[in-house]
């Protein structure tokens, strides 16, 4: 963006500079116009020497020139003035050849207050002196003759284009200085702006600008940094909310586990007392247990949950052997896997690879991926674990050959409380809170976990985890 704008404005200087060249050309034209037309007004231009002079000086009519605040003064060959009318600004009544001299090269230089035209009058051998005072004077001229010595006219050729390619290259010179000096002056501000706009976008709610300007620049920043404050109040009263969200949550699934508990140990109490009852009582009993369960499995759910997403919550990670881990881990699951009636396979290398891992968190994903497994699919499914080293990441795939889940579903089946289809209803028993659980859980572990899947090939969850150096 700097670049851009500091080289359209040395642009438009040079359209500036250009059209300053043509204009000081267009005035020059004007001014030898004016002086044209000047010249044919002023009376020193009415009243020529020429148009005066006469043989015998006594009848030179001087009565128009004196009227018009001029003078006249003949000298005769012995440098006397003879005959004096009007203003008369000759010094002495005579004067030697070097002084007359002096006065011809006087009255013919630049700055001279009065206008002088001489004229001599050779048949009667006098001066004619005509005065007037200067009005105004412009000694701009420019003269060609071509009977000058080539030489001279080449050297005065060449002074002239080259002081004149010098003022050019000078004026480009400061034109592009002075748009460099006027772009930062716009690109500064800009990029300040653009630079606390990125801030914002990254999340730091907290940027202002501070331009020191007092221009249209103030009211951009003030109204930027306006902005950046309501969204920081915004953003912090969200957070709070949030927060204040997930306490209530965690702080009411606490407080409902106790008389829950209650409900089904009654529950489960009556259960074992069927005989006592009839066949709709004991109904009304398995509803009360089977729903007051599966309340209890949601509420602890909402509790780790809550838990998983408050500030205060850390993982108690350790260098653990992952493949030693799956090993164990898969032996313990081993007996669920059997009894629900699926089949399955472990694919463990006989290596050693050392991740940092919370135990017990590690657990809790792989039973959720178990449950789910289990929960969702026919028996007789396919569920495998296996595990492979890649770019320093241990990558766990758990995976099972089930009915599967829709594609458009996969990218959202992390997020809370979200349900597939009426194969995944609440007569499975699931919470809608498992995956989203594990999501966070391998988060907080720094690595990864998505969701592969082929609704004839069932589901695979790929979890990455970094290695670290034995």
């Given at each position: 963006m700097k670049s851009k704008i500091s080289n359209q404005f040395f642009i438009n200087y040079l359209i500036v500079f250009m059209l300053s060249i043509l204009a000081a050309i267009f005035a020059f034209l004007l001014l030898s116009f004016a002086d044209d037309v000047i010249s044919k007004t002023l009376v020193k231009n009415i009243y020529p020497a020429k148009l005066l002079m006469e043989d015998d000086y006594n009848e030179i009519d001087s009565a128009s020139v004196v009227q018009n605040g001029g003078g006249v003064q003949v000298i005769n060959d012995k440098y006397e003035v003879v005959y004096s009318a009007g203003i008369n600004t000759l010094d002495s009544n005579s004067f030697t050849t070097g002084e007359f001299t002096d006065f011809l090269v006087y009255s013919k230089s630049k700055g001279v207050p009065y206008n002088y035209d001489i004229l001599y009058n050779s048949k009667e051998n006098f001066w004619l002196i005509v005065t007037f005072p200067t009005s105004f004077r412009l000694d701009v001229s420019l003269v060609y003759n071509r009977e000058a010595v080539s030489k001279d006219i080449n050297n005065v050729s060449g002074v002239f284009m080259a002081v004149s390619l010098f003022y050019l290259i000078l004026l480009g010179v400061f034109a592009m200085i002075f748009s460099r000096i006027t772009s930062v002056r716009?690109?500064?501000?800009?990029?300040?702006?653009?630079?606390?706009?990125?801030?914002?976008?990254?999340?730091?709610?907290?940027?202002?600008?501070?331009?020191?300007?007092?221009?249209?620049?103030?009211?951009?920043?003030?109204?930027?940094?306006?902005?950046?404050?309501?969204?920081?109040?915004?953003?912090?009263?969200?957070?709070?909310?949030?927060?204040?969200?997930?306490?209530?949550?965690?702080?009411?699934?606490?407080?409902?586990?106790?008389?829950?508990?209650?409900?089904?140990?009654?529950?489960?109490?009556?259960?074992?007392?069927?005989?006592?009852?009839?066949?709709?009582?004991?109904?009304?009993?398995?509803?009360?247990?089977?729903?007051?369960?599966?309340?209890?499995?949601?509420?602890?759910?909402?509790?780790?949950?809550?838990?998983?997403?408050?500030?205060?919550?850390?993982?108690?990670?350790?260098?653990?052997?992952?493949?030693?881990?799956?090993?164990?881990?898969?032996?313990?699951?081993?007996?669920?896997?059997?009894?629900?009636?699926?089949?399955?396979?472990?694919?463990?290398?006989?290596?050693?690879?050392?991740?940092?891992?919370?135990?017990?968190?590690?657990?809790?994903?792989?039973?959720?991926?178990?449950?789910n497994a289990l929960r969702y699919n026919p028996i007789g499914t396919y569920v495998s674990v296996s595990l492979h080293e890649d770019n320093n990441n241990a990558i766990i795939l758990f995976k099972d050959n089930g009915i599967g889940i829709p594609e458009d579903m996969a990218k959202n089946i992390f997020k809370p409380f979200v349900r597939v289809d009426d194969s995944r209803n609440s007569n499975t028993g699931g919470t809608g809170i498992g995956l989203s659980i594990t999501y966070k859980i391998i988060q907080a572990h720094e690595g990864s976990i998505d969701l592969n899947v082929d609704n004839d090939n069932g589901c695979t969850f790929n979890i990455t985890l970094p290695t670290i150096y034995g």
């Amino acid at each position: 963006m700097k670049s851009k704008i500091s080289n359209q404005f040395f642009i438009n200087y040079l359209i500036v500079f250009m059209l300053s060249i043509l204009a000081a050309i267009f005035a020059f034209l004007l001014l030898s116009f004016a002086d044209d037309v000047i010249s044919k007004t002023l009376v020193k231009n009415i009243y020529p020497a020429k148009l005066l002079m006469e043989d015998d000086y006594n009848e030179i009519d001087s009565a128009s020139v004196v009227q018009n605040g001029g003078g006249v003064q003949v000298i005769n060959d012995k440098y006397e003035v003879v005959y004096s009318a009007g203003i008369n600004t000759l010094d002495s009544n005579s004067f030697t050849t070097g002084e007359f001299t002096d006065f011809l090269v006087y009255s013919k230089s630049k700055g001279v207050p009065y206008n002088y035209d001489i004229l001599y009058n050779s048949k009667e051998n006098f001066w004619l002196i005509v005065t007037f005072p200067t009005s105004f004077r412009l000694d701009v001229s420019l003269v060609y003759n071509r009977e000058a010595v080539s030489k001279d006219i080449n050297n005065v050729s060449g002074v002239f284009m080259a002081v004149s390619l010098f003022y050019l290259i000078l004026l480009g010179v400061f034109a592009m200085i002075f748009s460099r000096i006027t772009s930062v002056r716009i690109t500064k501000p800009l990029l300040m702006l653009c630079e606390g706009t990125k801030r914002l976008r990254e999340g730091d709610y907290s940027a202002r600008v501070n331009l020191n300007l007092k221009n249209e620049f103030e009211e951009l920043q003030n109204t930027f940094n306006d902005m950046a404050e309501k969204i920081e109040i915004e953003v912090a009263l969200r957070k709070q909310s949030e927060e204040d969200r997930k306490k209530m949550i965690m702080d009411i699934s606490h407080d409902l586990k106790n008389p829950l508990a209650s409900v089904i140990g009654y529950a489960e109490l009556l259960s074992k007392k069927s005989t006592a009852l009839d066949n709709e009582q004991n109904n009304y009993i398995q509803i009360i247990l089977k729903n007051s369960q599966r309340s209890s499995r949601l509420l602890n759910d909402l509790f780790e949950f809550s838990k998983l997403e408050s500030p205060d919550f850390t993982l108690k990670k350790s260098k653990t052997d992952i493949c030693e881990y799956l090993r164990q881990i898969c032996g313990e699951l081993l007996p669920i896997i059997e009894s629900a009636g699926f089949n399955y396979n472990f694919d463990i290398p006989e290596e050693t690879i050392y991740v940092l891992l919370d135990v017990n968190q590690m657990n809790r994903v792989l039973y959720n991926l178990l449950d789910n497994a289990l929960r969702y699919n026919p028996i007789g499914t396919y569920v495998s674990v296996s595990l492979h080293e890649d770019n320093n990441n241990a990558i766990i795939l758990f995976k099972d050959n089930g009915i599967g889940i829709p594609e458009d579903m996969a990218k959202n089946i992390f997020k809370p409380f979200v349900r597939v289809d009426d194969s995944r209803n609440s007569n499975t028993g699931g919470t809608g809170i498992g995956l989203s659980i594990t999501y966070k859980i391998i988060q907080a572990h720094e690595g990864s976990i998505d969701l592969n899947v082929d609704n004839d090939n069932g589901c695979t969850f790929n979890i990455t985890l970094p290695t670290i150096y034995g």
